[in-house]
């Protein structure tokens, strides 16, 4: 990347002080541009899904790898929960979405709290694995809570069979005038494909392991025995460990990667497979050398941009993430890693932007967290528009969490210093409601800021780019109008 004209900035950026200027390109075609990352970590895409509690889970993690990205477990969650949701994304189908499956006799009302935990927006009725009928929202509108869900399903059931290509699927659905259908095998449920999905298995290539399956990463903290934790989220089938604290430029977090690097060794030594370690958050060159010395192939990148974050107005550390992101990316080039530029993207524009600073893949939380996919129950505001809750992971929810074995002294003390946001409303955008669609939205503009760039590659992006410095009133001038002026 370079600067325009040869400017250097004289103080920090952040993403909104930038703008990529286009340059001669014989990329024609959004179509034409590879997204894969070079960091090991199987990605066909350059997202990663925060470990946060409220925004990772196992819906989240299956949905962005089949789309070509991963998802990091947090690692609040206890190990067994944690293996049973690697093995459930592991066993998750690469191009039909996992059903919600209830049976005939199961009340509406329990129906309609599963059915918002799928962007499909419907629910199987399932008998003996094979489908007797399909249950949406619009079949339990007005209908008694209590009357169970073969009354109101709708048993003209349309089912395709397994092995079709995507094009076929969507030709079929589309013929049939059905947004979604029950995929067989034999005549038991492997799943369902939707009209959308159809299409997007066109154009995205699941990110998978090298047995084919979908891959999904977990965290480890610098605290309590590293080393065995590492082992058991390695035994577990993890495709990328994450070491993770906010400040990882520190001597527990310089103890703790040798000895997760140890566990990782053994189990390549084991396995023949050698699993990416990632360690952050750092700011600064130094960090990111110091981190890739002892054992980081990747480093997180970001100290305070995150949405729920308010480490920099309660301490004022932090670094504006547009040059956190440049320097670090620099310094872990010259050190044969890579960095994952973590927090602070609200838009497409910035995904670029950070990718173009030389990030290989960008970190994604807050923005993923009003979406069908995130953990937790779909709720409603007054005016009825429906919210996911999240908060940050050293809030006093978070804390809480991760301390919930701890002594109650102990967990009284640790309860005093808290940081993030406890509670926050993150509506789910009615254009785009399912994670998927963001995706969507996400990877038309990063592909199209390639072909502004003329480069088919994320290499090529980062050495292509020309970046120049903008006041607010340029960022501004930039922002469609919604409304007339």
């Known amino acids: 990347m370079e600067f325009l004209n040869g400017l250097q900035p004289s103080h920090d950026l952040t993403y909104n002080d930038v703008f990529m200027v286009p340059r001669r390109s014989e990329v024609t075609s959004r179509f034409d541009v590879d997204l894969s990352t070079a960091d090991g970590t199987g990605t066909t895409l350059p997202l990663v899904v925060a470990n946060m509690t409220a925004i990772s889970g196992r ?21 067994d929960v944690v293996a049973r949701t690697v093995t459930r994304v592991k066993a998750a189908h690469t191009i039909y979405d996992t059903p919600v499956t209830v049976p005939p006799s199961m009340t509406v009302g329990e129906a309609l709290s599963l059915i918002p935990k799928r ?19 619009r079949d339990g509108a007005e209908v008694d809570r209590f009357a169970q869900v073969h009354e109101v399903m709708n048993a003209d059931l349309f089912t395709v069979e397994a092995g079709l290509s995507p094009r076929d699927y969507f030709d079929a659905l589309a013929t049939s005038h059905v947004p979604l259908a029950p995929v067989l095998d034999g005549g038991t449920l492997a799943g369902v ?70 566990a990782r ?43 729920m974050c308010t480490t920099r107005m309660m301490t004022g550390v932090g670094r504006p993430q547009f040059s956190a992101v440049l320097e670090c990316a620099a310094a872990a080039r010259d050190a044969g890693a890579h960095v994952w530029a973590d927090g602070g993207v609200r838009y497409p524009r910035d995904v670029a932007l950070a990718l173009a600073a030389g990030a290989a893949s960008v970190m994604i939380g807050s923005w993923f967290a ?44 640790m309860a005093l210093f808290e940081e993030g946001i406890s509670t926050s409303r993150m509506f789910l955008d009615p254009d785009r409601p399912g994670v998927e669609d963001l995706v969507d939205a996400i990877t038309a503009g990063v592909r199209s800021s390639f072909t502004y760039a003329g480069a088919r590659t994320l ?27």
């Not at 005016?383 to 996911?388: A, T």
């Open 459 to 485: 290499a090529e992006f980062a050495d292509r780019a020309v970046v120049g410095l903008q006041s607010s009133a340029g960022y501004d001038e930039g922002r469609p109008l919604h409304a007339s002026w």
């Open 265 to 307: 060794d053994a189990f390549a030594e084991r396995t023949g497979r050698r699993i990416p370690i990632a360690a952050g958050n750092i700011v600064s060159a130094d960090g990111t050398g110091e981190l890739v010395e002892a054992g980081a192939d990747i480093v997180k990148v970001g100290v305070g941009p995150g949405a």
């Open 59 to 79: 819906r989240m993690a299956e949905t962005i790898a089949r789309r070509g990205g991963i998802a990091i477990v947090p690692q609040d969650i206890p190990l």
């Open 119 to 137: 962007a499909h927006g419907a629910a199987v009725v399932v008998d003996d694995g094979a489908p007797l009928g399909i249950v949406t929202e």
């Open 370 to 413: 009003g979406t069908h996919e995130s953990p937790g129950d779909l709720r409603f505001g007054p005016d009825g528009r429906p919210y996911k809750e999240s908060f940050g992971m050293a809030s006093s929810r978070a804390v809480a969490n991760r301390t919930r074995d701890a002594a109650g002294f102990e967990k009284a003390r």
């Open 193 to 262: 494909i939707t009209r959308k999905g159809a299409l997007r298995s066109t154009i995205y290539t699941p990110a998978v392991d090298p047995g084919g399956r979908l891959v999904i990463g977990a965290a480890v903290g610098i605290n309590g025995d590293v080393r065995a934790k590492a082992g058991a989220l390695l035994d577990a089938g993890i495709d990328v460990l994450v070491v993770d604290t906010a400040h990882g430029h520190q001597i527990k977090m310089l103890s703790a990667l040798p000895l997760v690097r140890e």
